[in-house]
Every structure is written in structure tokens, then in C-alpha cells.
């Protein structure tokens, strides 16, 4: 059985690493160099080092177990390049929000997206450096997420760290699509 799943977030979260953490395969990216194009566009505060950006989409496998292979799509954070998540959602069973606590409201876009799409995900909270900014319930205060929706720290630099939030993400769409009650809020 294979399932796809979409790995979304704002611009920097690290979709990209996130993918290529996980994934078995080498994976594909469309990164491109960063221009002057994007100078006053793309807030590079938190990310000094960053030269390059998803402009279409990441993609990676990873197999769960011998009977649930996922297949991964990350979504570029870019406002400019958002008309790609559409077509990219197709299909999906579910979705992670990758968050930078460090812009939180670059996060806004992709909760609002799939609450929109009615499409289930979970919102995972990157640890960047190892440091978790803020307290789950905090940002899920902040984000106005339902206490239904999983929210998780990850660090995306860490096969098993992401490998923990994707079965996180199966989970929860398992346990929507069955009715089993959601377990206590984190």
C-alpha cells in the first residue's frame, strides 16, 4: 500500500531537509539559487547561510514497514510559488506543517490551506540547533489549532525524528478515518 503525503510550511522551515532526512531514494529537488530577484521578498533573518529554495516541489520515499511506502512532497514556502500546492495536495491522504517558531506566522498560509481542504495533517515544530523555542500548547495558542490536531516538536535534520512525525501523520488519518478517539493533547 502507498499513501502521499505533503510536507508544507513557510519559507525556510526545512521542507527540503526534512524530505531528504527520511527519504530511502536520493531524493529530487528543485532548488534553485537564490537571486537578487528575491532580495526584499524572502526574509532572511533566521536563515543568513541560506542560498537556494524550493521553486516546485521535493520528492522522497520512505517505507514505514513492508506493507506502507509513503510518498513525499514538499511544497515550496515562497508566496510566488504557491500556485504549485494545489496540484501538489492532490491525491494526499495528509500533511505535515512544518514550523519555525522563530516566523510562526509564516506558518498561517499552510494551516488555513488544509483546514481549508479539509485535508488532515499535523504541525510539527522544527528544533532548530536542538532548541525548542516555545511549548507546544503555546503555539497551538497561537496558531488557534483545535486541540484534534497533533502537534509534535521533530527536528528535521533526523531520519527517526521525521520518521516519528510521518507515523504521527498516518495515525492521525487512520484514527480520523476509523473514528477512534484522538489521544490525550500534547
Given at each position: 500500500m502507498s499513501a502521499k503525503i505533503v510536507v508544507a510550511g513557510g519559507f525556510g522551515a526545512g521542507k527540503t531537509t526534512f524530505v531528504g532526512s527520511v527519504s530511502e531514494i536520493v531524493p529530487l529537488t528543485t532548488e534553485a539559487i537564490m537571486t537578487e530577484a528575491s532580495a526584499g521578498m524572502d526574509d532572511l533573518a533566521a536563515t543568513p547561510n541560506k542560498t537556494t529554495t524550493t521553486v516546485a516541489m521535493d520528492f522522497g520515499r520512505v517505507s514505514l514497514?513492508?506493507?506502507l511506502i509513503l510518498y513525499l512532497f514538499g511544497t515550496p514556502g515562497q508566496h510566488r510559488f504557491w500556485f504549485m500546492w494545489d496540484e501538489?495536495?492532490?491525491g494526499a491522504i495528509g500533511a505535515v506543517v512544518l514550523v519555525d517558531t522563530r516566523?510562526?506566522?509564516d506558518c498561517f498560509p499552510a494551516v488555513d490551506f488544509f483546514e481549508d481542504r479539509k485535508l488532515p495533517y499535523v504541525?510539527?515544530?522544527n528544533c532548530f540547533n536542538g532548541v525548542q523555542a516555545h511549548q507546544l500548547a503555546d503555539v497551538r495558542d497561537a496558531l488557534s489549532i483545535s486541540p484534534?490536531?497533533?502537534m509534535i516538536t521533530c527536528d528535521a535534520r533526523h531520519r527517526e525524528s521525521t520518521k516519528q512525525t510521518l507515523i504521527e501523520l498516518v495515525e492521525h488519518?487512520?484514527?480520523l478515518r476509523t473514528g477512534a478517539p484522538a489521544p490525550a493533547v500534547r
Open positions: 514497514d513492508r506493507d501538489l495536495v492532490h516566523r510562526l506566522a504541525v510539527a515544530l484534534a490536531i497533533p488519518v487512520l484514527r
